[in-house]
T-cell receptor, first 115, second 113 residues
Framework: QKEVEQDPGPLSVPEGAIVSLNCTYS??????FMWYRQYSRKGPELLMY????GNKEDGRFTAQVDKSSKYISLFIRDSQPSDSATYLC???????????????FGQGTILTVHP | ETGVTQTPRHLVMGMTNKKSLKCEQH?????MYWYKQSAKKPLELMFV???????ENNSVPSRFSPECPNSSHLFLHLHTLQPEDSALYLC????????????FGSGTRLTVV
């Protein structure tokens, strides 16, 4: 079983739709949860991060973490064509004091928002 | 380009060639990483350098050889590669104790023929 599972899609939605992206994980030690966005021909860029459980909102984006279910989500409201990208979830159990902050990534979900 | 810069952006090499990928970061970070990204697979961590010391080598074949001469530069030396090594190679950097502060380069698209 993979440590982090993410449906690769592809997911295609009309402009203005609410998008829900999800990951499940098996390692209960994960405490830091991140979403990266990767445009074509670019490297991933950090979109949002959350520590432990709860919600975090940033503009049209909301990240949710449910540690009891080992499930994280990213919601995109009023989706735009510029949101078309691959979205990767990433997780870490490091809390500092280690040699580096190790991340475990999901496979990535390809999202297309069409006008 | 600021942040993390990777060169070349594209590379085509034969199986008997030797080439090197270069990564440079201007963020003052003290950890640097090489990742391999293949279609329909999660990012695969290859090597980690923390404070210029290699701290992780994820069972990567010896045909890949990393080098970190200082905290700002990272190289990946390639020799006698296989077609299955064709992929996007991403460099990233961060502060060593921060799992949330990775900055990635745009990657080198490698094709082995």
């Amino acid at each position: 079983q993979k440590e982090v599972e993410q449906d690769p899609g592809p997911l295609s939605v009309p402009e203005g739709a609410i998008v829900s992206l999800n990951c499940t994980y098996s390692n209960s030690a994960f405490q830091y949860f991140m979403w990266y966005r990767q445009y074509s021909r670019k490297g991933p860029e950090l979109l949002m991060y959350t520590y432990s459980s709860g919600n975090k909102e940033d503009g049209r984006f909301t990240a949710q973490v449910d540690k009891s279910s080992k499930y994280i989500s990213l919601f995109i409201r009023d989706s735009q064509p510029s949101d078309s990208a691959t979205y990767l979830c990433a997780m870490s159990s490091n809390a500092g004091g280690t040699s580096y902050g190790k991340l475990t990534f999901g496979q990535g979900t390809i999202l297309t928002v069409h006008p | 380009e600021t942040g993390v810069t990777q060169t070349p952006r594209h590379l085509v090499m034969g199986m008997t060639n030797k080439k090197s990928l270069k990564c440079e970061q201007h963020l003052g970070h003290n950890a640097m990483y090489w990742y391999k990204q293949s279609a329909k697979k999660p990012l695969e961590l290859m090597f980690v350098y923390s404070l210029e010391e290699r701290v992780e080598n994820n069972s990567v074949p010896s045909r890949f050889s990393p080098e970190c001469p200082n905290s700002s530069h990272l190289f990946l030396h390639l020799h006698t590669l296989q077609p299955e090594d064709s992929a996007l190679y991403l460099c990233a950097s961060s502060f060593r104790d921060s799992p949330m502060g990775y900055t990635f380069g745009s990657g080198t698209r490698l094709t082995v023929v």
